[in-house]
């Protein structure tokens, strides 16, 4: 029984600990810029895709040679994204899905008062076939879907 007592402040501590770092306000302290509210007095703006374009290649940017279908040869194919307006910082993504089934998903920042972005995928002779990019928040909104094919 005195083992016991002297080991309870450990446990105490511990569980404690446990309890904090699953806790909401533990997020907050990983990402508080983007969990954190608006702040008052500010127009109640939405996150707002203003541009989408699958394409080759972007240079400050700018998206270059946008298309629907990219040859293998291309060696790589982009997802180019805009907001205007970005009411907070925030994070989207960019999921990429090729034949229904998710190839890999891009986490990106996005911040006032507006903000462009993108993601890349390096493309093998076995990507041929059909694509598609879904952007989507944080919240799982769903703001486009982008489709595209890869071909020889």
Request: with cysteine; aromatic share 10%.
């Amino acid at each position: 029984m005195g083992s016991l007592l002297r080991k309870l402040p450990h446990y105490i501590v511990l569980g404690f600990a446990c309890l904090l770092f699953s806790s909401p306000l533990a997020a907050q302290s990983i990402e508080p810029e983007i969990l954190q509210p608006m702040e008052p007095g500010l127009p109640d703006q939405q996150l707002t895709l203003s541009q989408a374009v699958m394409c080759e290649r972007v240079d400050n940017l700018v998206p270059i040679r946008s298309a629907v279908v990219f040859s293998v040869s291309a060696g790589q194919v982009c997802c180019f994204t805009s907001f205007d307006p970005v009411p907070q910082p925030m994070l989207i993504y960019h999921r990429w899905y090729r034949r229904d089934e998710l190839s890999t998903q891009t986490r990106l920042r996005v911040y006032p008062p507006k903000w462009s972005t993108y993601s890349v995928i390096q493309l093998r002779e076995t990507d041929k076939g059909p694509w598609r990019v879904e952007i989507v928040d944080q919240n799982g909104h769903v703001f486009d879907v982008l489709r595209f094919s890869i071909t020889d």
